[in-house]
């Protein structure tokens, strides 16, 4: 089964750190690039950080300096450190995934294949 599997989180103190983790398993594509999205309560989900397969990054504003994104290709896995956690970091976090233009199960998909994990819980309170 091809899937996303995210490990990490919990809750923080603020000032505090974490580190996600997101397993690709079964997935047999070549990955484009990677990325984590998060999603608090009431707003939409928006992008915290990516990572090209180039190895170029990009992070939202609000975490630029605390949060860094890596990748370790040998365990198809990527991470996001988190550090100086704010409340206001307080969300769901999703992994994403995506592959080139990719042909699979008898269909070719122009804009490749997207994946999500199931999302994991990360709250910043004192």
């Known amino acids: 089964q091809e899937q996303l599997v995210q490990s990490g989180g919990g809750s923080v103190q603020p000032g505090g750190s974490l580190r996600l983790s997101c397993a690709a398993s079964?997935?047999?594509?070549?990955?484009?690039?990677m990325a984590w999205y998060r999603q608090a309560p009431g707003k939409q989900r928006e992008l915290v950080a990516a990572?090209?397969?180039?190895?170029?990054?990009n992070y939202a504003d609000s975490v630029e300096g605390r949060f860094t994104i890596s990748k370790d290709n040998e365990k198809n896995t990527v991470y996001l450190q988190m550090t100086l956690l704010k409340p206001e970091d307080t969300a769901v976090y999703y992994c994403?995934?995506?592959?080139?233009?990719?042909?699979?199960?008898?269909?070719?998909?122009?804009?490749?294949?997207?994946?999500w994990g199931e999302g994991t819980l990360v709250t910043v309170s004192s």
């Open positions: 990572l090209t397969s180039g190895g170029n990054t």
């Open positions: 994403n995934a995506n592959t080139p233009p990719v042909e699979a199960g008898g269909g070719f998909y122009p804009y490749g294949i997207e994946y």
């Open positions: 079964g997935i047999i594509y070549s990955i484009d690039h």
